[in-house]
């Protein structure tokens, strides 16, 4: 009697971290959030950027599937790309022209760069930059003196003059965690913190609903779909440098950096989950991996500075994606030293005691 089978499955075994598939659907899952909210709060031009976009990546995976099998996860991914690059661009941006210039550039970063996990430059960074430098204009960009910056809460000036503007609930909101958590603590949040971190009402839909990317960052660092190390050393060299360098720079004090200023408003955190550590594109060992998010650290600071920039996290990533290789070479050599110093005479001892 035959038997036809057509399913293979790992059982008994596991798999120790999510496979990319379920990473593709959970990415899918926590990035829905953010098209939800454009929609509550009727945001019908970067619903149309974020349509364009989608559309665009969703047309290069048609085409990378005419030209060869078809591959589920490719689609998965496509609306994934699509998501991000729609996200990270002004809802002031006109959708045809983010439809053409994604779909330029992602046939270029399918066919000549290399595909999924191939290519060695973030296809959704590079988007963002070929958009930034056709229409410069359009991304938002905070006008700031050195005496604003010389001030210890950028982003409470930036409150309290309606550049950030504040819901009706946020006093009732803030009077309630000072009361009941910072208290306990002995601080207090001054009001409309809350309402930044809740929709900053930024241009560029990623830099918006800051709550919704730190719930998510917790969610997929959890589950293990996001690893930890990169962002955090990544974040923490920015953030000192913006806490205690960027004063000194504007003729400020030392130490009085407005860290929350710099994560909250040029789409550092979002950048950070969603863009920093994208496939093919970073070192494998932890020593790279740490060596990579100091250096990204350095370059954020350069960049984007204090937190004053539309499009700066896009162009940290492509610098990182310079760097990279130059990182995964040390760690080639070092790995084939330790093979050749360390492991090769270990086997041949053991050969040589065996044959003894």
Known sequence: MKHNYTTVSLRPYATLTPSVHAKGYAFLL????????????????????????????????????????????????ALV??????????????????????????????????????TWVNPVALTVAVCWLVRTDLFPAFSLSAEDLQ???????????????????????????????????????????????????ASVPAFRFNLITLVTSIFLISFD????????????????LVRFLAPV??????????????????????????LLQWYG??????????VYGFFAG???FLI????????????????MNVVAPVIVAAETAAERQYLHTVLLPRVQAHKDGHHA
């Open 225 to 240: 779909l996001v690893k930890a190390l990169i962002p955090a050393v990544y974040l923490a060299v920015y953030c000192l």
């Open 304 to 319: 984007i500075g204090v937190g004053d920039s539309g499009a700066g996290s896009a162009f940290t990533v492509l610098v």
């Open 81 to 118: 790309r699509g998501l991000v690059i729609g996200l990270l661009i002004p809802s002031s941006y006109p959708a045809a022209s983010v439809f053409l210039i994604a779909l330029c550039v992602l046939l270029v970063c399918e066919h000549i760069l290399g595909g999924f996990a191939d």
């Open 298 to 300: 350095i370059v954020a």
């Open 151 to 201: 001030v210890k809460n950028v982003a409470l000036t930036l409150i309290q003059d309606g550049t950030f503007p504040t819901m009706g609930i946020d006093a009732r909101i803030t009077a309630f965690l000072n009361r009941n958590v910072f208290g306990l603590f002995g601080v207090s949040v001054p009001e409309g913190y809350v309402s930044l971190l809740w929709d900053s009402h």
């Open 249 to 274: 720079w504007y003729g400020g004090t030392v130490g009085q950096g407005d860290m929350l200023f710099a994560l909250l408003t040029s789409g550092t955190l979002f950048c950070t989950l969603f």
């Open 281 to 290: 594109t970073t070192p494998v060992t932890a020593a790279g991996k740490v």
């Open 30 to 77: 926590v990035l829905l959030p953010h098209v939800l909210m454009l929609f509550l709060t009727r945001s019908w031009g970067a619903l149309g950027v974020v349509a364009g976009a989608v559309l665009a990546s969703a047309a290069v995976a048609g085409i990378a599937c005419f030209f060869s099998p078809p591959r589920t996860f490719g689609w998965i991914a």
